[in-house]
Nanobody, 114 residues
Framework: QVQLVESGGGLVQAGGSLRLSCVAS??????MGWYRQAPGKERELVAT????????YEVFAKDRFTISRVNARNSRIYLQMNSLKPDDTGVYYC?????????WGQGTEVTVSS
């Protein structure tokens, strides 16, 4: 079973930046992405990237966030987050959308102070 390990979360002031990383235990050919879950809210999609690098963003992430991918022996994706807002606070999860189902990392916490 694939393992996904996220890192890069932390505390940042509004307007600041963070770069999240996710490393997979294997090379992945499926779509990978980032989701987030704010306190008291449901998990929501942030952005996805295909094996070929085709990136898609939710409206709130466009123009501020950039997803990227490295197709190495251990696939990696990154999420560069700029101009962070307090509403971006939450746990960010790495996701792989396999045909057989989703795989998730343990999450990395992002806190944006006002």
């Amino acid at each position: 079973q694939v393992q996904l390990v996220e890192s890069g979360g932390g505390l940042v002031q509004a307007g600041g930046s963070l770069r999240l990383s996710c490393v997979a235990s294997v090379r992945i050919f499926s779509i990978m992405g980032w989701y987030r879950q704010a306190p008291g809210k449901e998990r929501e999609l942030v952005a996805t990237v295909s094996f070929d690098g085709d990136a898609k963003y939710e409206v709130f992430a466009k123009d501020r966030f950039t997803i990227s991918r490295v197709n190495a022996r251990n696939s990696r994706i990154y999420l560069q987050m700029n101009s962070l807002k307090p509403d971006d606070t939450g746990v960010y999860y790495c996701n792989v959308n396999f045909p057989s189902g989703n795989a998730w990392g343990q999450g990395t916490e992002v806190t944006v102070s006002s």
